[in-house]
């Protein structure tokens, strides 16, 4: 059984910062794909942020060089730091692993339950 749990989402004023964490915890051999994704009101989930095992990123055009997505392989924890932050910002963020469970076995999608992020004066 695997587990993803998210934290740091919160109410913030435009222009300031959040710092999302997501830990994954159960019966993990490896994990390779991360990623940070986010749902508004209304709107279908979009892909805000990727990192690979090897540390290569991308970035919804949106989100570039306000964003930042970082992990540590040692703690099975990824984080999102969201600075500059903007109203349109605000949603729903899910994190997302892909985690093999044993020696040998495929990489399966992982999901956390969401964190609301508000960006509002």
């Known amino acids: 059984q695997v587990q993803l749990v998210e934290s740091g989402g919160g109410l913030v004023q435009p222009g300031g910062s959040l710092r999302l964490s997501c830990v994954a915890s159960?019966?993990?051999?490896?994990?390779?794909?991360m990623g940070w994704y986010r749902q508004a009101p209304g709107k279908q989930r979009e892909v805000v942020a990727t990192?690979?095992?090897?540390?290569?990123?991308t970035y919804a055009d949106s989100v570039k060089g306000r964003f930042t997505i970082s992990r540590d392989n040692a703690k099975n924890t990824m984080y999102l730091q969201m600075n500059s932050l903007k109203p349109e910002d605000t949603a729903v963020y899910y994190c997302?692993?892909?985690?093999?469970?044993?020696?040998?076995?495929?990489?399966?999608?992982?999901w956390g339950q969401g964190t609301q992020v508000t960006v509002s004066s």
């Open positions: 990192i690979t095992s090897g540390g290569s990123t």
């Open positions: 159960g019966s993990i051999f490896s994990i390779n794909t």
């Open positions: 997302y692993q892909r985690i093999k469970t044993r020696w040998g076995g495929p990489f399966y999608p992982y």
